[in-house]
């Protein structure tokens, strides 16, 4: 696997390209255990997430804790705390906006919301979850960016909008999860032999969206057909969805990896 690098954390393989956020969390885990106060996280995808929680196993006495706004978020904030500590819900710091936008004339998407953020000057990681219950679109972001949020966005696509903050626990919505959990056996973990198998096509299309800039690994671009996945990574396939990659068990009888995946199919 050559796109990836040995760093000696538990054994542990990390790409090269992920070691500085590797070096950013070593120097939160360091100054909660020399100050022996908690530090919070940007929201972190899953990737990340996982990640932390390999690093954090070095220390006996500290733990981390996450919110993301709701039970199951994918986008989560991170409390890494001495044992003493029990957050709090406003000690992640999280604000929640709901979308009020021309229901009758519009129909936002995902896409279109996470490119409005971005182009707003918001960076990825200030922002959690966008969510829908199929007609609300609500996110999360960090509670000190309030006013920048509401000053900045005020259009998705061609259409005006309207940015109201909502209490989490009481105004959040239900989202609907449209996503499957699948077991797939590949006969490797390239990123387009991935892709060709849980959306049926052949390898060399996988490989043309790959080269033509339409995947994403872990809401990075990447043009690498034969970058290797790992655990808890996160591709998108524009126009065809996303893909998770939950556990990888191991091999079968005919020596394909047998891999455990979450997947959104548009």
Not at 107 to 124: C, P, V, Y
Request: aromatic share 12%; glycine share 6%; net charge negative.
């Amino acid at each position: 696997m050559s796109d990836k690098v040995k760093v000696d954390i538990n054994g542990g393989y990390f790409r090269p390209e992920e070691k500085p956020f590797i070096d950013k969390i070593g120097d939160l885990l360091l100054r909660t255990q020399s100050m022996y106060i908690p530090q919070l996280t940007d929201f972190l995808n899953l990737r990340e997430r996982a990640i932390l929680d390999n690093l954090v196993n070095k220390y006996d006495d500290l733990f981390v804790h996450y919110y993301g706004g709701y039970e199951g978020a994918e986008r989560v904030r991170g409390i890494i705390a001495p044992d003493y500590f029990v957050p709090k819900q406003s000690d992640f710091k999280e604000s929640l906006y709901e979308i009020r936008y021309p229901e009758r004339f519009a129909n936002l998407h995902h896409g279109q919301i996470l490119g409005s953020l971005t182009g707003s000057g918001m960076d990825r990681d200030h922002f959690g979850d966008i969510i829908t219950n199929g007609k609300r679109w609500q996110f999360f972001c960090f509670d000190n960016l309030d006013q920048f949020v509401e000053d900045q966005v005020d259009k998705i696509g061609s259409f005006k909008v309207h940015l109201d903050k909502k209490d989490i626990q009481k105004d959040i919505i239900m989202p609907i999860d449209e996503s499957a959990d699948e077991t797939i056996n590949v006969q490797s973990l390239r990123l387009d032999t991935i892709i060709a198998d849980v959306y049926d096509i052949s390898r060399t299309q996988s490989k043309s969206l790959i080269e033509h800039g339409r995947i994403q690994l872990n809401w990075v671009p990447n043009r690498n057909a034969s970058a290797f996945v790992t655990l808890y990574d996160t591709i998108s396939v524009r126009g065809y969805g996303r893909i998770r990659i939950n556990d990888i068990m191991g091999k079968s009888r005919n020596n394909k990896y047998i891999v455990f995946v979450n997947i959104i199919r548009k």
